[in-house]
């Protein structure tokens, strides 16, 4: 069968390797779609993770069940299944609070050495992810491709259950990749009012299509400013801080209200995550800046459910779909600024 290996820095290869056994207590599945996520990209800019020589990139899997090893008995042959890449411990500090997205053990499909992801034609899947990673049926009629999709959904859905987003609130979404624009919809059907901010003419003109109340160029002039106009001289309720860069983060924490929350939704890059921000704007106005990363499993479920039922604008997020030979041009095509979210079909649909 075929996989892709990422080797070095932006540097995948496509070769055939032997078909994985199914585990004993495991699956394999034939993979249908696989997405390419923000952190798939920062990975292929760095190159394999610490500890291995190559990897089998991919989380944002969907497949069907083609084996099933004698003592798996959740799952038969014909099922239909979504994949996320978290697999907690079960045992640790936070595990045992069911804080399970903190867990001191994390490991991560197609990262993890020992953990291959989903830009394969199959990939087998062990007890052990079974039970502690996130792994769904998929409801009835929906498709591999937006199945794909929900492991985005399930982040952007865990952070505004966080940020207790509703219908009196004013949000600001700075960012507008397929994250920004999922968190403008999903802000927007809470019956908040949202602005996005995104340097990109290109992703300005993506993003129309969640509805957004008003969009904002960020690198034009007075933007606290804008932002004061928004919101009434107030300030927004929520800034979601949507991108990888230092700066986002220190205008979020400029241009919330006092009493707001500020959510760190976008990682920086590990070299360089430090900042500097006013802290006395934290300090007097009392203003919650909150770490959001990946999500509680039970999300999974959620996001494939709203997902089924046709609630989450998941057609204007797909703008790119690639055959697995393809995944040089889908990698850059992610990369590239002109895509939202890219999906790699495999095999026969
Ligand atoms: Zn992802
Ligand atoms: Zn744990």
Redesign the pocket.
Known sequence: MRAVFLKSSRTLELRNIPEPNVPDDGIVIEVKACGICGSDLRRWTEGPPPGSKEVIPGHEAAGIVIETGPSCSDFKIGDLVAIAPDI?????Y??RKELYNL???LQFLGVTPGFPGGFTERMALTGEILTNGIVNKMPDGLSFEHAAVSELCNSVLATHEKAGTSENDTVVVIGAGPAGCLHVSVARQQGARVCVLEISRTRRRMVEKFNPDLVLDSSSGDILGRIKEFTGGIGADIVICANPVAQTQRLGVEMVRKGGKVVLFGGLPKANPMITLDSNLIHYGEIQVIGAFSYHPRFHKMALSLLAGGKLPVESLITHTFELEKINEAYDMAASGEALKVIIKIGRQ
């Open positions: 907690h411990c079960g045992d640790c936070y595990c867990c001191d053990n």
